[in-house]
């Protein structure tokens, strides 16, 4: 029976892809990528030759039915995106859910994504987090992070270099300006590094100096412990 595969390519180092990624990516009949150019590189730096198709954020919802009866038919197809996990903060729900109603098989392959990195160097408690990706640009924005005031788990947060400064300042002013964060930057990239502070000083430090490159926030819960010993007396 076929499959459809969702294969996780590297988020800056291309030696990060995986020997089973390698094989799949060879063996499949056809590669669905967010960018076929980007994918051709990454092709071409593993030595694979495959069959590519653009599949992106613009064209899922048209193509997701035709591609899936393509895979019950009987073709192996495996999806990439440009950096990362298919389906994090990038197109393959619509995709998947196509081909789990049409009785396909789909197998996702373990291997690279942002946020778990960016996690696990904040030095902020990674048990248990909250992914909310990318906040929405205007309508919704300051309600999603209303919803978050009371939120005790890590949250972790796409964004992306231009925007940073505004939405530090923005979980600063509804969070408070002493909540600790971490930001993290070009992940496995020659550039890599992670800042560590409270919102208020990540503020500070990337208003003087702007940033680059892909970007993920990670930012502590809420302490009620903390939030009742600060809790002014009368």
């Given at each position: 029976m ?51 198709l ?65 996690l ?11 992914f ?10 300051m ?13 972790i ?30 992940i ?16 500070q ?29 009368d």
């Amino acid at each position: 029976m076929a499959k459809l595969y969702l294969v996780p390519t590297p988020v800056g180092n291309l030696d990060d892809i995986t020997l089973r990624a390698i094989k799949v990516l060879r063996k499949v009949d056809l590669v669905l990528a967010e960018d076929t150019r980007r994918a051709g590189m990454l092709l071409k730096h593993i030595g694979v030759e495959a069959r590519l198709l653009s599949h992106h954020k613009f064209n899922e919802h048209l193509t997701a039915k035709m591609l899936a009866t393509r895979i019950a038919a009987g073709e192996e197809m495996a999806l990439v995106t440009d950096a990362g996990t298919p389906g994090i903060s990038d197109p393959g729900f619509l995709l998947v859910r196509e081909a789990v109603s049409q009785g396909i098989v789909v197998e996702c392959l373990p291997g690279a994504t942002a946020f778990v990195p960016a996690l696990v160097c904040s030095a902020l408690p990674c048990e248990r987090f909250a992914f909310e990706g990318f906040l929405p640009q205007k309508k919704g924005r300051m309600t999603r992070i209303q919803a978050l005031m009371d939120e005790e788990r890590t949250m972790i947060f796409y964004e992306s270099p231009h925007r940073l400064c505004r939405l530090l300042q923005e979980l600063a002013q509804a969070f408070g300006d002493e909540r600790q964060a971490a930001v993290s930057r070009e992940i496995s990239k020659l550039h890599e590094e992670t800042q560590r502070g409270t919102l208020s000083e990540l503020h500070q430090y990337y208003t003087a100096t702007p940033p680059k490159g892909e970007i993920v926030v990670c930012v502590e819960g809420l302490n009620r412990k903390r939030k009742v010993k600060d809790k002014p007396t009368d």
